[in-house]
Every structure is written in C-alpha cells, then in structure tokens.
C-alpha cells in the first residue's frame, strides 16, 4: 500500500512537471556599458533573472554578453538564429516591418537622444542638419537617417559603449552622439564620479527617435515565443518590473491599476 501511494505521488509530480523544464536558452545581450552591464550586475542580468522567474522553470534563460556587430552576424547566419536576443527595436536591425523575426510586445520604452557639447549644439532638423559634423557612435549600431551620410558629409568614428563617446564629446574629439536618453540620465551619476562636466553637454529637446525594446527569436510559432510575449506584454504594469525600470531610469508605462 505504502509502495503504491509513492508510486502515484511520484506520477502525480512528474504529470505537473513542466514540459520544458531544464531547457536552457541562450538570451543574448549586445549592450556593454551600463546601464545594461557593470560588472556583474546591470539591467541585463536582472531582466534575465526576472523572466527567468515569470517562466517558473519552463525554459531557463542564460545571459550571453557579445558586440552588437557579433549579435548582428549571428542572427542574419544562413544557420538560423537560436535563442532570444534582448532589448532591441525594430530599426535597430532593419526589421521594421517585423517579418523577418518573431518580435514581443515592447516591455521597455525608450527613446534616442542626440547629445552635443552646449557651447555647439546640435538642433537636429533632419539628417542634412548634422552634416560636416564629427559623429560618434557605437560598433555594430545601425543609425537610420545617419548611415546614410556617413562618409558623405558626416564623419563617423566608435566607441564600445555610450559612456566612452561622451567622454569623447567633453574632450571634443566629437560633435555629436546619439544615445537613449534612460542611459543619458543613468550615467549621470558615473560622469559625476569621473568629476566630467557634464553641464558642458546639451540634450536635444526632441527625440531623435522613439521606439519600444522587444524580445527577439526567430521565425515560427514556438512556445517560447508565446511564453514570453505573455510575460512582455504583462511587464509594463507589473510592480517588479516597474521598480526594477525606475531604477534605471526608464519611463514607466501609465494607465496602470
């Protein structure tokens, strides 16, 4: 009888068992300055731990930090691409029609920024404003309305991370940059510590554009993909993540109970 009872409690706990538990999945981060790394720690680490605890064991995330340039390469490989990059937006990689990948609802939303030096500044009023101006931007990173006229009257050098390029901007190697404007306000604080004047830099008052930051697979109807478009779509008025994107200086979504 003892026997029989442990052979159904057994059963019983294997039958509730998620079907995908132990499957691990490669969330691939392209991001390597802070707000998203520093360190260990980060925006990108703590979005994985968080989704990891929403997917209950279904699916394990394991974060993977590499260059946008790498991120690039791998998802446009005739192979295919296998696991699930984070916090990219359409017109990051040409996709803005979203049929080349599976896209989730957003769960962050963000905007780009340009940032010059306040004794020039840029008004940005379309691309032939900025012309014969020295831009920096990222490795890897796709500017529309900047690629462009890259090597067209607009000179363009890289940096690895945003935090470099304005340090580049304070020492006037460039006029200009583009960045989101959560990672401007965050690395406030670091400039702060660097003793960088960060009074001698001007913010554009428009965005340079807006976009929302998805999860990205590969085509096709997988499980995966709805597991985390549910968890996406629910993100933006969960407490947790609100606390956890207010604390790197995301907008918060409104309309929330």
Not at 25 to 45: D, H, I
């Amino acid at each position: 009888m003892v026997r029989s009872t442990l052979l159904l409690a057994l059963c019983g706990a294997f039958a509730g068992a998620p079907a995908a538990a132990n499957t691990t999945v490669k969330a691939y981060n392209s991001y390597g300055g802070a707000p998203y790394l520093e360190g260990k720690r980060g925006l990108a680490p703590e979005l994985v731990a968080y989704v990891n605890r929403k997917l209950e064991g279904r699916y394990q995330l394991q974060l993977v930090n590499l260059t946008r340039r790498d991120l690039n390469q791998l998802m446009e490989a005739p192979g295919g691409f296998d696991g699930v990059a984070l916090f990219l937006a359409p017109i990051f990689i040409g996709d803005v029609p979203q049929k080349r990948f599976h896209w989730s609802p957003p769960f962050l939303e963000d905007s780009n920024a340009i940032v010059s030096r306040l004794e020039n500044p840029v008004r940005y009023e379309g691309p032939s404003s900025l012309v014969g101006l020295r831009f920096a931007g990222i490795y890897g990173n796709r500017y529309p309305g900047i690629d462009e006229f890259v090597g067209k009257g607009i000179p363009r050098s890289n940096a690895y991370d945003a935090m470099s390029n304005l340090r580049r901007l304070v020492r006037g190697e460039a006029d200009f940059t583009v960045m989101p404007l959560s990672s401007f306000r965050y690395l406030r604080r670091q400039m702060d510590r660097e003793k960088l004047p960060v009074g001698q830099l001007h913010v554009g008052d428009k965005p340079f554009n807006q976009f929302g930051r998805h999860f990205v697979l590969a085509p096709g109807d997988s499980e995966l993909a709805r597991e985390l478009d549910r968890i996406a779509a629910a993100m933006p008025c969960d407490r947790e993540w609100r606390r956890i994107a207010q604390r790197y200086h995301f907008p918060l979504a409104t309309g929330c109970r």
